[in-house]
């Protein structure tokens, strides 16, 4: 191999990398400035004083609808009984699940005050996405707590969380155990789990 055949392969080379490195850091910084911005307007609400729970429950409830993969989490959590997901019952049971989430979720939430996020770094898992790893530091909690962003795009390219982890408990695994469990309980009849869904999001 000549000198200038070494030189423009390891120009090449070097591009590459340099590229690729740029490309991980740049989807990298915008899953965790996208996070960051959800925690920020997230703790705004509950420290807001001038509004009621009531209306911070709906814009909590606004905020979940908005920034989660409500279909892939509602299949995910289904587990192997996602075969007996049908065409006639889908759209209702959709709907249940981001019931489901959106409203028992933004009640836990009123629970917190307000407070800080600090992020403390992402990891690129390729074609699962990004998780962002941010520390929360509550106004009335001694010690902040580790709460992880499972970010991935939809076929649109946009953000969507799939999945949180709070002090170590991914909450959409955490929830397909308990559907799956009710599921293998009631022969995975999903209209029953719906009907649990709709009962307690109520």
């Known amino acids: ?4 055949k070494i030189v423009i392969n ?15 850091f740049a989807n990298n ?13 997230t703790l705004s609400i509950l420290g807001e004083q001038s509004i009621t729970n ?9 905020i979940f609808v908005k ?9 995910f959590v289904l587990g192997p009984y996602r075969k007996g997901l ?14 489901f989430i959106s409203e028992v ?33 509550f106004n009335d909690r001694p010690k902040p707590i580790s709460i992880d962003w499972w970010v991935i795009k939809n076929r649109y390219g946009i953000n969507k969380v799939f999945d949180i982890r709070i002090s170590g408990i991914w909450m959409a695994q955490e929830q397909r155990s308990t559907f799956t ?10 209209k029953k789990l719906i009907e649990r869904l709709n009962v307690q999001s109520r």
């Open 10 to 24: 390891t120009s090449i080379l070097v591009f590459t990398l340099i590229f690729n490195f740029n490309l991980l």
């Open 29 to 41: 910084n915008e899953a965790s400035l996208w996070v960051e911005n959800i925690g920020k307007n």
């Open 67 to 75: 920034n989660l993969d409500i279909r892939r989490i509602s299949l």
């Open 54 to 62: 009531d209306k911070k429950e709906i814009l909590l409830e606004e």
């Open 181 to 190: 469990s009710f599921l293998s309980k009631n022969d995975g009849d999903i």
């Open 1 to 4: 191999m000549t000198g200038n």
């Open 105 to 137: 979720y933004a009640k836990r939430l009123l629970s917190y005050p307000s407070g800080n996020i600090q992020i403390i770094k992402s990891e690129d898992k390729g074609k699962r996405g990004n998780i962002v790893y941010s520390s929360i530091q």
């Open 86 to 99: 049908d065409k006639e019952n889908s759209g209702e049971y959709f709907q249940s699940i981001e019931n």
